[in-house]
């Protein structure tokens, strides 16, 4: 004979799954609600300018990278003095209060090159350095950069590994 | 020649990053770490030394150039010296940029404040 | 027995508190929006002279409690309660102003929703008879919720359509258990309601179930009918938040006429000015109210009003975690 509190149960049961059940159904009928809604991104706009924005910088980079090649290194050696100064560039706009804007238009554009790369750490550096040298800047400075270069690291050196060891 | 398709080649990739924020709710430090690992992958398979070729800056200087950087150097290294090299040229070639980018990002920070 | 709650969560006053100051203060932002003139002070840069946002914040909340103490001419000794909230984790510029205003402090944290809570909460305590004055402030600082909520100032984000501007500024109001003015006639309390919106650039679809289920209650509570409001306000909906909470109310069967608007939408010349989907933070309802709304009926252009302050409560760290966002909608009546 199951005690009154279990048939209690059993009746009450029903309920919340009920309401479980109810509360799914909202979510769903909202979800499509909002969908539908929802201003679409101007997706051609925003693919443009991300395009000319990063194509542009890019096209900076090519300068940088012919005029070390044209100081005598060869196409390898001059990678990473071409990324040394496209990084620079990326901290002074930064510093300047230009990059942020510079997204603000070309998005993507503006954050996929290295330089937003170099954005990122500049802008956190900057922003945190009320919380301390040590604990704010020191420790922030890679709040986005950091998970950049850790899976870079891991799937660049996995990669390497795979490539090793099949030609071994 | 090189410049356009430094030009076209780069204004690709980040058109393909902004359609990627556009259609799903991803945060741009996601697409970054998409793009780097997707670099690193090729770069590590010897699929973006060629491309690289093709398209000089366009390919360098996203940040998919930036993990095909890592995994060139890793792979770079191990040819040479052994498995060790994998961890040894990790930042072969993306060491110098990095250590430029925390000098000068808190020289920066020393000398600006936020603005906007 | 509680003879001043009607119907599920609604409250009326028996004795209304009446509005005797207010104090609004803006950053430039907001200061170059349509409703520049009703703000008492409109700054020329966010900084405020401070060193960090969250000091600029702190400035801003304490100037515009000092501004609503000298408009009201009540001293600050004859205040029996300060209650007020912000964006800021453990709400430090609410409690840190208090240190400065040295009133016994209530310290309230209802996100957006913060300045209709705290007016609700003045006037029980009020119409209680547990006070004669009560100071309700909030604020927020688009810089200070940024570095909080999303990213440092200079990354280079693009916001998305949906995502909306955090004001920068601080309203404050004093409330007294007696003399002229308009008055806080009826208060309806929020639930929290989430209806799985898991977007944080998207809050305005978040919050605006949350201020339809408040809106549909108030009006069930009340029997008041819609129209009988020369003005309903949401809090901070956005345009999409706000075509959501239109629709929502819609299928409830009650029609919103031209009488509805948006304190996020007032606030910004969403066209012109690039605040994504329109403003947001405890400041926005708090100065579009105190000064906009108050000021329209000095002008005799509004008689009553209903406010639903919104607000989205999340963490970044529930965020973080996966989490859907929770809203909650607080409702206040002004007559005058």
């Known amino acids: 004979m199951p005690s009154q509190k279990a048939r209690q149960q059993i009746t009450k049961m029903p309920e919340t799954i009920q309401a479980a059940q109810e509360q799914k159904r909202r979510q769903k009928v909202y979800e499509q609600l909002v969908a539908e809604k929802k201003p679409k991104p101007p997706y051609v706009r925003n693919f443009l300018a991300a395009f000319v ?7 900076l980079g090519q300068g940088v990278l012919s005029f070390f090649v044209r100081r005598g290194m060869d196409n390898v050696a001059a990678t990473a003095p071409t990324l040394t100064v496209m990084i620079l560039l990326g901290i002074v706009l930064t510093a300047f209060g230009v990059y942020d804007e510079l997204a603000e238009f070309a998005g993507a554009g503006a954050a996929v090159p290295i330089t937003g790369f170099a954005n990122t750490i500049a802008a956190s550096a900057i922003d945190f350095k009320h919380e301390g040298w040590v604990l704010g800047m020191g420790a922030k400075m890679f709040i986005i950069a950091g998970p950049v270069i850790v899976y870079g690291v891991l799937s660049g050196v996995f990669a390497a590994f795979v490539k090793l060891i099949t030609k071994l | 020649m090189a410049y356009l398709i430094a030009f ?9 990053g902004q359609l990627i924020l556009d259609l799903t709710t991803l945060s741009p430090g996601h697409v970054l770490v998409m793009f780097t690992v997707l670099g690193a992958l090729a770069g590590g398979f010897g699929i973006y030394q060629p491309f ?6 366009g390919a360098l200087v996203p940040v998919t150039g930036f993990g095909a950087s890592i995994a060139k150097g890793s792979l770079l290294e191990a040819q040479r010296i052994g498995f060790i090299g994998l961890f040894t040229g990790a930042f072969e070639f993306t060491g110098q940029g990095l250590a430029v980018a925390v000098f000068f990002s808190a020289i920066a920070a ?3 404040n936020p603005r906007s | 027995m509680a003879s001043k709650k009607i119907g599920k969560a609604t409250i009326k006053f028996t004795n209304p508190p009446v509005i005797a100051g207010t104090g609004t203060i803006v950053g430039p932002m907001e200061g170059r929006g349509p409703l520049a003139d009703d703000f008492d002070v409109a700054l020329p840069d966010m900084t405020c002279g401070e060193k960090t946002a969250e000091r600029s914040e702190r400035k801003l909340l304490e100037q515009a409690a000092q501004i609503a103490l000298e408009r009201s001419s009540v001293d600050k000794s004859m205040v029996d309660y300060y209650i007020a909230g912000d964006l800021l984790n453990q709400i430090i510029s609410a409690s840190f102003s208090a240190r400065q205003l040295a009133i016994p402090f209530l ?4 996100a957006c929703s913060t300045c209709a809570m705290g007016t609700a909460l003045g006037g029980m305590i009020l119409d209680g008879g547990f006070a004669n004055y009560v100071l309700v402030a909030c604020s927020s600082h688009y810089q200070a919720a940024e570095r909080q909520f999303r990213y440092p100032i200079e990354l280079n984000i693009k916001h998305k359509t949906t995502s909306q501007y955090t004001v920068t500024g601080a309203g404050a109001l004093v409330l007294a258990s007696s003399g002229e003015g308009p008055r806080v006639t009826w208060a309806t309390t929020g639930k929290v309601i989430d209806l799985g919106v898991k977007d944080q650039c998207n809050l305005g679809a978040a919050m605006a179930p949350a ?14 009918a819609p129209d009988t409001y020369d003005l309903i306000l949401t809090g901070d909906l956005g345009s999409l938040g706000s075509e959501l909470f239109k629709a929502l109310v819609k299928d409830a069967g009650c029609n919103l006429q031209g009488n509805y608007n948006d304190c996020g939408l007032m606030i910004f010349d969403t066209k012109t000015q690039r605040v994504g989907a329109g403003g947001s933070g405890c400041a926005c309802s708090a100065v579009v109210t105190f000064g906009h709304v108050l000021k329209q009926m000095e002008r005799g252009k509004l008689k009553k009003v209903l406010l639903i302050a919104t607000g989205a409560l999340l963490s970044p760290l529930s965020f973080q975690q996966g989490e859907s966002i929770p809203g909650v909608g607080h409702a206040i009546v002004i007559e005058r």
Do not use: E, P
Not at chain 2, 8 to 16: A, D, E, K, P, S
Not at chain 2, 52 to 57: H, I, S, V
């Open chain 1, 53 to 59: 924005t990063g194509g542009t910088i890019c096209l």
């Open chain 3, 107 to 110: 310290g309230v944290y209802g």
């Open chain 2, 52 to 57: 690289l070729k093709f398209a000089g800056a």
């Open chain 3, 211 to 224: 201020a339809a289920d408040t809106f549909l209650r108030h009006v069930a509570d009340t029997g008041h």
């Open chain 2, 8 to 16: 076209l080649i780069g204004g690709t990739i980040c058109g393909l």
């Open chain 2, 110 to 112: 020393i000398f600006f």
